[in-house]
């Protein structure tokens, strides 16, 4: 009996102990913050349509970070230098700081104000957007992203459409796309010589954010 009493004992320890780490594994999945944001962990692109074809480029300088409050969920301070920005022609790059006045203003500075989750929910309320637990390459979260973009010391409330998809069992990438009106920001046409640009910039933004249970 005794060793019938011993052999239940250590199969109900064992037991416990398997669904003790079943609700571990199992628990609510989140973001591991803060993380601090550069040209290694996010990547900021732009596009514009002009007379001839689509002009592409990105910014190779950008810092921030990106962290939680507990009464206001999540919040993102980004800068991306000016005379970083980059579309492949270099008189095209002079005339586009030229307009953008980066002597004086070098850098545009994005600020996360919130995140609406496709449940409704939002990080301004302190809520989870997003069941990340569910996200998948294929089965991504789609978001609305409110932010405040300054340039030139001109601030304006900007709306971004983004979306959350798993790119490894730790890490979810966060991708997201906007248009900004260069007039609204006091920036002068920076087309040149015939080529004209469009008035609207497309930008892109993305990230990837560590995880865990």
Not at 158 to 169: C, D, E, N, T
Not at 183 to 190: L, Q, S, T
Request: aromatic share 8%.
């Amino acid at each position: 009996m005794g060793l019938v009493s011993s052999l239940l004992k250590i199969s109900l320890v064992t037991l416990v102990l398997c669904i003790n780490n079943s609700v571990i594994a199992d628990s609510k999945e989140e973001f591991v913050l803060p993380l601090s944001i550069t040209n290694n962990t996010a990547q900021v692109s732009f596009k514009v349509d002009s007379t001839w074809h689509t002009v592409r480029g990105s910014i190779e300088t950008i810092n921030g970070k990106v962290w939680r409050e507990n009464s206001e969920g999540i919040r993102a301070e980004i800068d991306g230098e000016v005379k970083s920005f980059k579309t492949g022609l270099g008189m095209r790059d002079r005339e586009l700081y030229k307009v953008m006045v980066a002597d004086k203003y070098p850098s545009v500075h994005f600020s996360l104000s919130s995140i609406t989750g496709e449940h409704g929910t939002s990080t301004e309320q302190g809520q989870e957007f997003c069941h990340l637990s569910e996200l998948t390459e294929t089965k991504p979260c789609l978001t609305t992203i409110d932010a405040f973009v300054t340039i030139r010391e001109v601030r304006k409330q900007v709306k971004f459409s983004g979306h959350f998809k798993r790119v490894a069992p730790d890490r979810i990438k966060l991708g997201s796309k906007g248009k900004l009106n260069w007039a609204e920001f006091g920036v002068e046409d920076p087309s040149i010589l015939i080529a004209k640009l469009d008035k609207e910039v497309q930008v892109s933004f993305s990230v990837e954010i560590p995880t865990r249970r």
